[in-house]
Nanobody, 117 residues
Framework: QVQLVESGGGLVQAGGSLRLSCAAS????????MGWYRQAPGKQRELVAS???????NYAESVKGRFTISRDNGKNTVYLQMNSLKPEDTAVYYC???????????WGQGTQVTVSS
C-alpha cells in the first residue's frame, strides 16, 4: 500500500521560511522521481519542484532561487525548503510520486501553506 504523508505546512509572514516533508512508504523510494505540486483557490494544480533518483532537480520559474527540493533515501523522505515566501505562495502543497512501479501516480493528502502580507 503506497502512502505519501506530508507535514510542515502552516502560517508564516511574507519573507519567512517553511520546510515541508513527505514521508513515503510502499514504494522503492530510491528509484522513484518525487515532486511537489501546489494548488491555490480557484487555480489549477501546478508543479513546484521535482527531483529524480539521480538528484536532478526541476523548478517552476516562480520559485527558482527561493525553494529547494531534496531527498533522503535512507528516510524515504522528500523535502521542500521554502525561503523568502510570498503571499502568492499560499496554496495547498501536495507530494507526488509519478509512475510508481511504472504504473499510476500517487498523491499525498496535502498540507496548507499560508503566507500573510
Amino acid at each position: 500500500q503506497v502512502q505519501l504523508v506530508e507535514s510542515g505546512g502552516g502560517l508564516v509572514q511574507a519573507g519567512g521560511s517553511l520546510r515541508l516533508s513527505c514521508a513515503a512508504s510502499g514504494i522503492i523510494f530510491s528509484i522513484n522521481t518525487m515532486g511537489w505540486y501546489r494548488q491555490a483557490p480557484g487555480k489549477q494544480r501546478e508543479l513546484v519542484a521535482s527531483i529524480t533518483s539521480g538528484i536532478t532537480t526541476n523548478y517552476a520559474e516562480s520559485v527558482k532561487g527561493r525553494f529547494t527540493i531534496s531527498r533522503d533515501n535512507g528516510k524515504n523522505t522528500v523535502y521542500l525548503q521554502m525561503n523568502s515566501l510570498k503571499p502568492e505562495d499560499t496554496a495547498v502543497y501536495y507530494c507526488h510520486a509519478p509512475r510508481v512501479f511504472l504504473g499510476r501516480d500517487y498523491w499525498g493528502q496535502g498540507t496548507q501553506v499560508t503566507v500573510s502580507s
